[in-house]
Every structure is written in structure tokens, then in C-alpha cells.
């Protein structure tokens, strides 16, 4: 019976975790200038809205079980508007 | 649910589609028969009719591809994306494609065909993907039994926000997502499975460890792709490390995530009686080996150790555990205490004093 992976993320989770953000929630695709907003991190806002999206908990950060969902095999189309 | 506006869905009812080419995973009959009966989920819900055209441009047109397939979207070899679709529109709109790369089936293993065109076409009509973890347009492919499957009812309410209701007299309804906090949840099964709890609820389960502040949602296929939905009774059995999960008249053994070799089989082989057709709830007692078996307003004791039924048995539950309801949905032994699931409540009791010691809401255990 599966346990929840432990194992800290690693630079590929990240790079793994840019592109699928990337794919299915628009990160840094926005079309047109973006005024200068303070704390402006497009990556951890993204990563909120996927983990919100899916129901887990809202950290902005990647966690194993953020991962895990990423990972899951699905569908090729945004899960937010364009 | 999420949908394009109304005005960006297709204008008419009657839509067209063709099967540009074919995978050759399945015969070609199989590839029919699942993308005719994954448009026929939509069509039982709404106006909207599906034609297939052969010779000319349709409106949904369908494909097999792999890589990079000239749509700017290119697939990424086995796994990762299976499939996507251009919501409503002329051109490419509607179309849907599929990752020639995976392997496709017909049966419960990955990935079923009909389960992700019907996903697909959900796009082809103007649905985005839903939130709800229980809905066919959530974003990740969910391992359910496909000859099973119903349209659950928040992807009815998303199509039939865009295209209205079909006019069908009896208007078709579909199954919803539990919620942790459902005080109306009433499980089919409960059962430990190393250290962890398991509630069994239609097509899904709730999976509680022990130190997670909250249950996990999943279907129960995801663990065990050939077990059935609505299962009636489940236990385990701490010594040979089965699961044990009975619907009707037969029974199946887990092992972790593996269903045994030689199952189903008939529960009539424990020494039940023919005249039962099913079992309510089932619970291993671990320090007196044995499992009790509650059906309607009796029980039976099984001797784990000989391996038979004890005689004496069926006896009434009333006298034997004073207080507690006939017709148990569910049962649990867990750190010395007996559970009874019964409707939306659980009743506590205390084997050695045969003394209720309370009534909680059945979703106690869920970490609402």
C-alpha cells in the first residue's frame, strides 16, 4: 500500500513543476506589459492557484503531494482560462 | 464546473463527427464503439445529437498522433498528456486528439478509451475542467470502472447549462462527490488496511492514516482496478494480511494493492446459508480470531483459526449487542472498540460490558 513520497524536491521536480505550470495555468505567457507588483513571484501565485484548483493545501510551495498531482497522468487542456 | 460563455458554444443541436484515423491498440469496432458511446453520455443529457460523417469535413473531428501533430500542442510520449480538444469553433474547433503514444483500452486498465473521449468531447462542446475530483471534466484521468460509469451529476449541470436539457420525460440525474463534512454520508464499508482506515462510499473510498489530519478522497478503482462500486461489506484480517470485500453473493481477497488470484468467489464457501444474498457489514474481532458477519437482523461468527463458521450461529444481534439497530450499513474494530455504522450515525460500543458508550455522525472519522 502506497505512502505519501517523502523525498524533498529536487531541480528537476522544479523544472517539471515550471512546465506544468507553464502548460495549464498560463505562467509567464500573459500576453502584454505587467505593471511592477511588489512581491511579484508569477511561480508561487501559479502554484497557489494549481494547488487550489485541485484542493490541496494553498502553500505556494512544492511539496511532495503538489508533485504527486502534477505527475498524474491528464488532460492536455488549461485547467484555467487563456 | 466551468464552461465557455454560452455565446462561444455551438449554435446548433445537431453536430457532426469523424474518425480521421484509428489506433491500433484495438480493433478498429472497439474505437467505434467507445467514441459512439462516449458522445452518447451527452446526448443522454441534452438536445445536442452526434452524426458520423465519413467523406467530408465534420465538426468534431477525431484523431490518433503522437508528438508533435501540428496543432502547436505536441503530446510528450507515454504518460503525462493522453489526449486534448479545441472547445466549440469552426476549423479546428472541436476537434479531439489522442496520444498515439499511450496505450489504449477497453477494459480497466490504462487508459481507457471511452472514459478520456467523453473527457474530450466535454471539450468539443465548450466544458472546461472542473474542480470537482468526482466529475468526468476533472483535469487528471481517474481510474473508474468504465462499464459502470454514469455522468456525474456537476457534468450534467455544465452541459446543460450550454445546450438545456434533453426532453427526455424522466429527466437522467448522476452520482455527486462526497465531502468530508457531509454529515448525510452513509458508508457501504469500513475496514482497516494496515494501520489505515478505509471507508468504502459508492465508487469511492476514504483512505485515513492515522497521523493525517484529514481523510483522502480517491476511487476505488484507483487501488483495485476490478473491484466493483457499492461494495456491502469489507474487513481485514491483521494475521494473513487480506482484505476481504464482499457485494452480493461473492467475495474477493486484497493484498495491498493486488486482488488475489482465484476471486471472486462464493461467500457461500464460508458456510453461509443459501438464503443469503448479500452481507451488511463485516468486522475481524483480532484478539478472539474471529469476524462476524451481520446480515439484516442476525449474525455469524467465523473462526478464523478453523476456518469455519461457529455453530450455534445465526443468532439475533439484538440480543447479543443490546441497543444497537438491526440492518448495519457498516462495522469497525478499531484500538478495542467496536463501531456500528447505521444510516448516518455510529454507535461505540464496548464488547465486554455489551454497552453502547456513544452515537457519533458517521463522518467522525473523516477529519471534517
Redesign the interface.
Known amino acids: 500500500f502506497p505512502t505519501d513520497k517523502q523525498d524533498a524536491p529536487t531541480g528537476t521536480s522544479e523544472e517539471m513543476a515550471e512546465n506544468y505550470l507553464k502548460k495549464f495555468y498560463s505562467l509567464g505567457t500573459e500576453g502584454g506589459p505587467v505593471g511592477r507588483k511588489k512581491n511579484n513571484r508569477p511561480f508561487t501565485e501559479k502554484l497557489q492557484q494549481m494547488q487550489k484548483f485541485f484542493g490541496l493545501k494553498v502553500t505556494g510551495i512544492l511539496d511532495s503531494k503538489t508533485i504527486e498531482v502534477m505527475q498524474k497522468p491528464r488532460c492536455g487542456v488549461y485547467d484555467v482560462g487563456q | 464546473y466551468?464552461t465557455v460563455p454560452k455565446s462561444s458554444a455551438w449554435q446548433k443541436t445537431d453536430l457532426t463527427y469523424r474518425i480521421i484515423n484509428f489506433t491500433p491498440d484495438l480493433p478498429q469496432a472497439d474505437v467505434e464503439a467507445a467514441i459512439q458511446r462516449a458522445f452518447k453520455v451527452w446526448s443522454d443529457v441534452t438536445p445536442l445529437t452526434f452524426t458520423r460523417i465519413y467523406n467530408e469535413v465534420s465538426d468534431i473531428e477525431i484523431s490518433f498522433s503522437a508528438g508533435d501533430h501540428k496543432d502547436n500542442?505536441p503530446?510528450d510520449g507515454p504518460?503525462?498528456?493522453?489526449?486534448?480538444?479545441f472547445q466549440p469553433g469552426n476549423g479546428i474547433g472541436g476537434d479531439a486528439h489522442f496520444d498515439e503514444d499511450e496505450s489504449w483500452t477497453k477494459t480497466s486498465q490504462?487508459?481507457n478509451l471511452f472514459l478520456?473521449a467523453a473527457?474530450?468531447f466535454g471539450?468539443s462542446l465548450g466544458l472546461?475542467?472542473s474542480?470537482d475530483?468526482g466529475a468526468l471534466m476533472y483535469?487528471?484521468?481517474s481510474s473508474t470502472d468504465p462499464n459502470a460509469f454514469q455522468l456525474p451529476q456537476d457534468d450534467i449541470n455544465a452541459i446543460q447549462y450550454l445546450y438545456g436539457k434533453s426532453s427526455n420525460p424522466v429527466q437522467p440525474t448522476g452520482p455527486t462527490t462526497p465531502t468530508i463534512c457531509d454529515p448525510n454520508v452513509v458508508f457501504d464499508a469500513v475496514t482497516t488496511?494496515?494501520g489505515?482506515l478505509i471507508f468504502f462510499l459508492n465508487r469511492f473510498i476514504w483512505r485515513k492514516h492515522p497521523q493525517a489530519s484529514e481523510a483522502e478522497l480517491m476511487f476505488v478503482q484507483t487501488f483495485w482496478p476490478s473491484l466493483p462500486n457499492d461494495i456491502d461489506a469489507a474487513y481485514e484480517n491483521p494475521i494473513t494480511e487480506q482484505i476481504l470485500v464482499f457485494k452480493g453473493a461473492k467475495y474477493t481477497a486484497l493484498n495491498?494493492?493486488d486482488v488475489l488470484p482465484g476471486y471472486p468467489r462464493n461467500i457461500y464457501s464460508l458456510g453461509f446459508p443459501k438464503t443469503v444474498k448479500r452481507i451488511d457489514a463485516a468486522v475481524h474481532i483480532e484478539h478472539l480470531a474471529k469476524t462476524y458477519f451481520f446480515v439484516a437482523n442476525k449474525y455469524w461468527s467465523y473462526d478464523e483459526d478453523k476456518q469455519q463458521m461457529d455453530k450455534g450461529f445465526p443468532k439475533l444481534i439484538r440480543d447479543d449487542f443490546p441497543g444497537i439497530p438491526e440492518k448495519i450499513n457498516a462495522a469497525l474494530y478499531y484500538r478495542g472498540r467496536l463501531y456500528f455504522f447505521i444510516g448516518r450515525v455510529q454507535f461505540e460500543y464496548n464488547l465486554n460490558t455489551k454497552k453502547i458508550v456513544q452515537v457519533l455522525r458517521s463522518n467522525s472519522w473523516l477529519g471534517c
Open positions: 466551468s500542442s503530446f504518460g503525462g498528456i493522453l489526449a486534448h480538444a490504462l487508459y478520456v473527457h474530450e471539450h472546461s475542467h474542480t475530483p483535469p487528471s484521468y488496511l494496515r489505515e495491498g494493492f
